[in-house]
């Protein structure tokens, strides 16, 4: 009997579960798929399908079966349920975007003109940086600029 | 009588209108304060208070009247109509915060422990990097870490 | 004892397990029914009956159970859960839709008249326009113009 | 005095009246601007700047003044009204999407890869096709495929 | 120990599946019951309380078990899932109801007085009429008219 | 200077506001213009364009000025205010169709196969109909049957 | 030229500025009237229309014109904007229902068989009730019992 | 292995299977317990603690298990699901705030003072009134006046 | 001919406006009229009555004209516009009822019995706490417990 | 075969059981762990991570199993359902919030100029406060502040 493929949203739970038992972080995995460190951690929590070779070799890693590397293969429908996005570590993102979108906006067209950041052709990365009152969190948002063309 | 101090909006409306009709940018003005590019333009559409110091010397260069620097000087209320966040070169932002806010929560976490990045203590760049095939719009957020202390 | 019809989204999600596992894709899926590409996999996802004789075919060639093949033939409840519409590859035909509508409003009443692009007695086709500058999808929805009539 | 610029939404107000005044048509504005049809009755709608030369012709075209042709070179916000949506001419581009964007979704994929159809490098085409059984409304989304590349 | 009594809604599946099963068609079970089409239609699909002998009497005619009839005699909480109102086969009412509300609303004030239609001393049916240009779908709503009386 | 065309929601308003004062009811202009009840009050209420003959003679019986008639010929944006379809009076239609439509979709498919009544080729009749309890009111929907067809 | 006669909402303002300055309670106004006090109120607070004796006498009393005796006669759309519903002293109401809402509907069900409390054959009345630990408000909703009938 | 107690709503359904196939009554509860009808029946789907006293003798009344007394002792989260509020038995009592809400804020004003009828200290009751013209459901809210006080 | 009185929101914009144009701070106004700090600028920013005496002098204080006393005296539709929540010094306390609320809930309960803080015999504090690592904002909520009595 | 984390939700259901179970209070388990009371029961309720050591204890002290000392121990997803948020006890919070959310905000900028009372170097109290008419609870809130700081 044919049984549905798992999906995404369990396949991370699972990760999640065996990276933590397992004591292995997020970077380490990066570092044993030789993928960039956002990429990986938004891939395995299920954004973006994965090659037979690195679902391979997470699921190797983690000891995890072949059913949480079969799903991780497929292409998602990507997107963050709602609740998640009022997370307080998240919501800062959030809030910062609606302080500072219309600033962003107006400058992405004064630089490059009419048009707009890929967020396909795009990556992010996230930073420590030391400082004398505190560690700063730097995140660098990297995409290709497309201008409006008919 | 008194009158009502001039609402935020009115005064972006304002400063937009005067400085497309003057042909300065915003990099101009920024220069003319010396204070941040996007700390200026955030600021300018109602974002932030400016100095009386600051207010006035935007309202001179757009040769703008008083009432507009007056409601410059006010504290906001911060924050996006709903309406401006589906612009397409705003909704870029809101779409890739929807696919990597997770792995950003767990990331921020796995490298400073539980807290968040500041949206206070905190301050974005935007620069455009050369790439051979195309220009790429750089948004860098940066926050310093505030971990969950009671 | 009676049991359920086995609901149109759990058969959706066996064809696609099926489908992935074989190596099968949907244009092979809808040579061998003889129909549209767009409206065969439409069909397989739950968003319209098949006949016996398509359902039969189609588990056959896929090695379904009899259960989902009695689902694919039932009238659907049609439309797509919210979430995956903010999905980017879906999101753009909407955000496409939130620039252009107005637009297509007017000219479909300009050319036409007072109605509507007809939804039901509608076709949707997708293909690939190679271009030098990057392979282009195109996207054709075709239906019959419906005045309004009394 | 400075007076805030006309918003584009006024400006398309305008526009329309003086067109529906004049009798002239938005193929007559098209064909005397020389730009395709979609795009300039978007962009007069408020969804596209113009460029001086095209916002002067056609306000000399419908007698309009200077201010309009000031407001329809600005950058807008780009998206339509949610009420908008739900007029029957509109509604029926948004109820295809909703029974077919699952099925887009997963032929995008499969005949390009993991990608989206660009909504920036993307044109709208509407033509009439004479049927036997009444004619027919062909709306072509044409867009360049951009693929996920970190 | 104590089980709950089966939803409505899971009653309403094992009706439809047993219901497509047998090939016995709603008009078979209403003529069975000597009861309206569209109210027999809607109590299975659990928008009315039936009586112990009308529940036995579809429970014996579909083989449905005593479970199924104990939740039919039961008095629902009435309403629809707000995804089913998007189906276009339900939507087109939803869509005349947006078009054409003010106007039944000042219809039913100038021809009755300040009142309402009552939607619980009421009827709906469904005919089809034949027409030469295609048949015709006719629902007509019967309600007693109520009149505001302190 | 050119003005924009009066809005749709203000004609109506100035529509109702003529025929209170003048006690002219809906059946006097419909019977005037020789045109149905239901469909003279939706026009003038905002939902269909008249013809330049229809909007001069129903301008001219209640003494309304040119601005009106241009109105009134424009085609509308359809739909109602959300606020609207909570009074009473139009709430008990919705509400209708909130315990009806899932069997009105059954029967529509038993009695016409896979399709929808259409809400455009269409027409709604309200009529009063004796009954020894109380009058009722019987509103009548009346749509060409349109089936799926690609 | 046509006026728009004046919203029940304004109209309302008046009424209540008028009431304030002069002193008059809304108990005096019903007194005057002859009227229910809840009623009154509601009705010139915009839910009900009143007769044009009525109307006069409440503005020959609180010196109003007559576009607002014009206003009060008219056939409101009855209902209230969602942000006084969290006003504390609405709100009470409101929260009630939301505890006591499925015992009212389990008990009207058990005492008068399937059916509804009218809401339009219907009073309210509001009572002040002395009590040792301080007088208590009761709200009496008094409304037809209509049972569901086809 | 500890396991969850059982959650009000499902307590409440095995309440109301056990209470149907007895053929008891809501009213034949509150009289075994001694405790006013409304609050019961309210208790008993979920709304209030009962003491350990009272759950064990409804359990017993009704044989129902030990598991479903302690869930009916635990301090719920108050409130109703959205779904069940447009139910039209429940509907009614949602309209008659809707229509009635600004009037009694105006009088609960003037005649105890700025302040608002308690939900808490608050009680309600429903009754059958004989009317000639066909019995009247009466509900009684009945709450502690509190005034707005620092 | 009646005016409107002036609406609590255009009475808070005004004083706002004079408070900053004369510089006055709210601590001032307080201790001028002699009423608690948060009470005062809650009052003046239109949630709470103040008596005519408290009107009159906050209005001669801030040299404004007898239309905004009258304002402030009336009893306000009580709440906040939904956009302010989302400002960041105001969402603050939005994000510590969502992460704390749960815990509050069990605790009030727990100390208290089952009941409720009331938010109407109810107080705020906002007070500044000094803290070698940088001054603290601390607000108290302090109501009277209210425990569920029927 | 790997198993998911036990969601901090269903650990809480957990806790809350064992808690009630064998009498345990909230002050108790905070008083054995030596941590605050109100954070105590925020991080069992699944708003904090515990450290090994206190899910230990906890777990040792309710007798629950190892499965709950691991999930206590993951740093969880902050934020309360949305219809929690409604109960009564929660709700006299939200209130208060929108009363009193304004002033706050003016607050705050008069006494620490422009910034924010931070949620998360930030503490919760609870506390009973003896009073002549009944007991008082008082919260308070008590954060750091951070001013707005590029």
New interface residues.
């Given amino acids: ?5 798992m999906s995404r949203a ?1 396949a991370a ?2 990760v ?3 990276r ?1 038992r397992r004591g292995v ?3 380490a995995i990066a570092e044993e798929l030789g993928t ?4 990986t ?2 891939a395995l ?1 299920g ?3 994965m090659t037979a070779e690195q679902a391979g070799r997470v699921c190797r890693m ?4 072949e059913a ?1 590397a079969e799903s991780l293969r ?2 998602p ?5 709602e ?30 003109g ?11 990365d ?1 930073a ?2 030391p ?1 004398p ?18």
Avoid: C
Wanted: glycine share 4%; proline share 5%; net charge negative.
């Fill in positions: 009997m044919t049984t549905p493929i369990e739970e699972l999640k579960a065996a933590i972080s997020w970077s960039p460190l956002v990429w951690t938004a929590l954004q973006h399908p983690l000891d995890l079966e949480v497929t292409r429908a990507r997107g963050t349920d609740a998640l996005m009022s997370d307080p570590t998240v919501y800062r993102f959030v809030e910062a975007l609606s302080v500072y979108a219309p600033a962003l906006k107006e400058l992405v067209h004064e630089e490059f009419d048009g707009i950041m890929s967020a396909i052709n795009f990556r992010v996230l420590r940086r400082a009152e505190g560690d700063r969190v730097v995140v660098t948002f990297d995409g290709k600029f497309l201008d409006n063309k008919w």
